[in-house]
């Protein structure tokens, strides 16, 4: 036990030198030393005392030979260290002033995987998600046969899964909140909005792995929008979610909700037998009243 207090001074004393160095290192003037110095730390994982360094030496070295390495550098400790939207900015920064460099390819594709690695859950603003697609498509484009192309590819349909997810997120909100907000009375509902973003998101992206999720959410809120309609929008919104459902079954023959679809025609079927029987009993009378 006597030996854990030497052991404990013995690493602060190390903490303690390795922090006096790092000080003595930044405040030199001989910036070659400091680039050496910033290598040595990137290369001992030691990303925070690099980004420190390197900010400084990217704009003393400008013009240089070092200049080129020390930004790609910067942009790859900020990653490291996890500071994924400075690195985004500094990877775009090195492409711009070295569009034809040493790792022009490699900067390319980091923009796109700091962006990739900032993005948020798919129910919060997917701003940063359009980015990094967009960075990745731009990678892809400047070269198409990288060795990095694979998993660029990777990354960019997980991206578009997102935003697919964040729409999916949005109809089945306006589906849960229904006739929360306003009613069919009144201009409209949430249900028709449900209707709207998904199939929207059906057009953008057809061939996604939610596309059963949004003719779900189709089918049903066709069918309730149906059911609370005014009188005059009833029969024409009940032959559209029959139609919808028969549509449903066709496409999604084995779904869970089939047996929900089945109960909805039902429904509908009887509600369009109804209205058309008292049409037909109305005939006489209107032929009557024309006479």
Known sequence: MKKLPII??????????CAKEFNNVYKSSDYQYKYEYAKECFANGKYTR????????????????????SLYML???QYNNKDYTNASETFRRYSNSYPRGAYSEQAK?????SLYMSTPEPR???????????AFQEFLDLYPNSELKPIAQQRLFALQDKLVEKELYNARLYYDIGTYFGNCSSGGNNY???????QNALKDYPYSKYRENFSILIM????????MSVESKRLDRYQDAQDECYG???????????????????????YIAAHEHDADNMGPINDMNRN
């Not at 919060?124 to 967009?134: G, H, K, P």
């Open 8 to 17: 404990i001074f013995s690493g602060l004393l190390l903490v303690t030198s």
């Open 75 to 77: 942009g790859m400790a």
């Open 220 to 227: 049903k809120s066709k069918y309730e929008l149906a059911q």
């Open 124 to 134: 919060l603003d997917q701003s940063q998600t359009v980015a990094a697609i967009s």
């Open 50 to 69: 690099a980004t420190t360094l390197l900010s400084e030496l990217i704009t003393l070295m400008k013009g240089t030979d070092k200049a080129e390495e």
């Open 192 to 198: 028709e909005s449900c209707v709207i973003t998904a």
């Open 109 to 113: 594709y980091y923009v796109g995987q």
């Open 248 to 270: 449903f079954i066709n496409e999604y023959p084995d779904s869970k909700e089939k047996a929900s679809a089945e109960r909805y025609i039902e429904k509908c079927k009887s």
